[in-house]
């Protein structure tokens, strides 16, 4: 069994490698406006997955849990915004 320190050590961890690899794809979606490679779908599926977690967290009283789905949301959710500005401004240059 870990120890309370070493859990929390470990949630910590967790929470930074789920979280990093939205970084990446957020600064390259603004450096190029383009996000035709990223599903909708997928954002919106990981957004309802992190929510979920978040509940779980409150209910369980889980600092970890919460604080990484409250992170994961916001990262979803920007990813998500800016699919969907560049697609509409895209739209409107091609018409």
Do not use: C, H
């Not at 996000?35 to 209910?59: M, N, P, R």
């Amino acid at each position: 069994m870990l120890d309370e320190i070493t859990l929390g050590v470990v949630a910590i961890l967790a929470g930074f490698f789920i979280l990093i690899g939205w970084i990446p794809q957020i600064i390259q979606g603004y450096k190029t406006k383009k996000l035709e490679d990223v599903s909708k779908y997928l954002v919106i599926s990981i957004f309802v997955g992190a929510a979920l977690w978040l509940i779980y967290g409150i209910e369980i009283d889980d600092v970890y849990i919460i604080g990484v789905n409250v992170a994961a949301m916001f990262l979803t959710m920007t990813v998500l915004i800016m699919k969907l500005k560049y697609e509409r401004a895209f739209e409107s240059i091609r018409k």
